[in-house]
């Protein structure tokens, strides 16, 4: 998944790079609102949760209300985007069976309170998050007439 979550963004990247601001941050009726903020949030989400992952990771800035404006860029969200992937990746790489059995604790501030939940299924909840949003991204991307990446799991590239 962690593979997937970076094929999926590396196919996203230019697209959002290509479009005019005018585009990138027209409010669509998402959950978020625009294609910018909708990208943020997802990297704030991936963020947020690495930072509960891997300890070398560190939590956002901005709380969730602020995920969304995180980067008010398309250039400076990028380059965090393809950061945040290669740190995603080098810490699932590093993941062995017997770490599923782990217990995560962590404070959560939409809880306003700490909380302890089994990895595997927290590391199930940061892989659905991420696809949850690039598809509203991808709705919204086809609703201003362009062409979505493919995102079927079974087309991804060997060396993707």
């Known amino acids: 998944m962690a593979r997937y979550n970076s ?30 903020e909708t990208a943020n949030h997802l990297l704030w989400g991936d963020t947020m949760w690495m930072s509960r992952f891997d300890p070398s990771v560190e939590k956002p800035k901005a709380d969730i209300s602020g995920s969304a404006q995180i980067h008010p860029t398309v250039g400076s969200w990028a380059a965090e985007r393809f950061r945040m992937d290669g740190k995603i990746r080098y810490w699932a790489d590093s993941l062995r069976q017997l770490d599923m059995t ?59």
Do not use: C
């Open 102 to 160: 782990n217990e995560l604790s962590f404070y959560s501030s939409v809880l306003d309170r700490d909380v302890r939940a089994p990895l595997a299924p927290s590391i199930v909840h940061f892989f659905n998050h991420q696809t949850h949003h690039r598809g509203q991204i991808h709705a919204m991307l086809t609703a201003a007439g362009q062409t979505a990446p493919v995102s079927d799991l079974f087309l991804m590239p060997e060396d993707a």
């Open 7 to 36: 094929w999926q963004n590396s196919q996203l990247i230019p697209l959002l790079e290509s479009l005019p601001v005018k585009e990138l941050t027209k409010n669509r009726g998402a959950f978020f609102g625009s294609l910018l």
